[in-house]
C-alpha cells in the first residue's frame, strides 16, 4: 500500500520546510489508511453521503448497540486493502462525552501487525 504522509495529529499534508510532501508505503501507510477510513465520519464526502463510519447515526446513540458498533468499526478496518484480517477489536462509548475508544489488531498483506496502540488514543 502506498499513499501520501499525513500528520500524525493533524491528518493534513505533512510537508517538509520546502514545503514538499513526504509518500508512505507498506505497514506506515496501510496504518495511516485505516485511522483515516475509521475517522472519516458518513456525511462528510460530498460525492457520497452514505460513505464513512456512522458515528452520529448508529454509533454516538443512546440505546446503540455495542456488536453492531463493533461490526461497523470491523468493517472500516477490514475495508482497507492491505488489511487481511481483523482479530482484536474492544470498544468503550461514553454516551455522555459522545467519544468512543478503540482497541483493535489487523493483521496485513505483507504479515505486519497493526495495533490501535500504534496511533496513541484514539478517540472518536
Given amino acids: 500500500m502506498r499513499g501520501i504522509l499525513l500528520g500524525l495529529e493533524s491528518h493534513d499534508l505533512d510537508l517538509d520546510a520546502s514545503g514538499r ?40 446513540i443512546k440505546g446503540y448497540d455495542i456488536a453492531r458498533v463493533k461490526a461497523i468499526l ?4 477490514a475495508s482497507v486493502p492491505a488489511v487481511v484480517d481483523v482479530p482484536i477489536l474492544e470498544v468503550a462509548v461514553d454516551p455522555e462525552t459522545r467519544r468512543a475508544g478503540v482497541n483493535f489488531e489487523a493483521r496485513t498483506i505483507d504479515g505486519g501487525v497493526i495495533r490501535s496502540a500504534d496511533f496513541g488514543t484514539l478517540i472518536v
Fill in 21 to 60: 510532501f513526504s509518500g508512505v508505503a507498506g505497514d506506515p501507510a496501510t496504518r495511516q489508511e485505516i485511522k483515516t477510513r475509521v475517522l472519516f465520519q458518513q456525511g462528510e464526502s460530498f460525492t457520497d453521503q452514505r460513505e464513512g463510519t456512522p458515528f452520529f447515526q448508529e454509533i454516538l
Fill in 74 to 77: 470491523r468493517r472500516a478496518i
